[in-house]
């Protein structure tokens, strides 16, 4: 059974960092695509970063309001995916989800493309 769970989200001042972490079970990390989400009230879900399967080389991809700020990277040996923020805005405070699809996929930022998804944790900036 394919399981997700995002963990590490609190509460900081803007221009803080954080760093989520995406624990996932049930499947081959090498055959799966797997994104970061978020959802801030009232707004649609949207992604943040992904990171393609392995046989399709890993590609990693970030959303525009977030490159050279946040940074996806995995630990097969942990079973984890992180998302690494800096230089946290207001205007990040969202529930953060990482979801997972199967296949030779290039990772998107479309939540539709995604199976899977594990339960959120929350992310509080504060100016």
């Known amino acids: 059974e394919v399981q997700l769970q995002a963990f590490g989200g609190g509460s900081v001042l803007a221009g803080g960092s954080l760093r989520l972490s995406c624990a996932y079970s049930?499947?081959?990390?090498?055959?799966?695509?797997i994104a970061w989400f978020r959802q801030a009230p009232g707004k649609e879900r949207e992604g943040v970063a992904c990171i393609s399967a392995r046989t399709m080389n890993g590609r990693i991809s970030y959303a525009d309001s977030v490159k050279g700020r946040f940074t996806i990277s995995s630990d097969g040996a942990k079973n984890l995916v992180y998302l690494q923020m800096n230089s946290l805005q207001p205007e990040d405070t969202a529930v953060y989800y990482c979801g997972a699809v199967k296949g030779p996929v290039w990772c998107t930022m479309v939540s539709r493309t995604y199976a899977y998804w594990g339960q959120g944790t929350l992310v509080t900036v504060s100016s």
């Open positions: 049930g499947f081959n990390f090498a055959d799966y695509a």
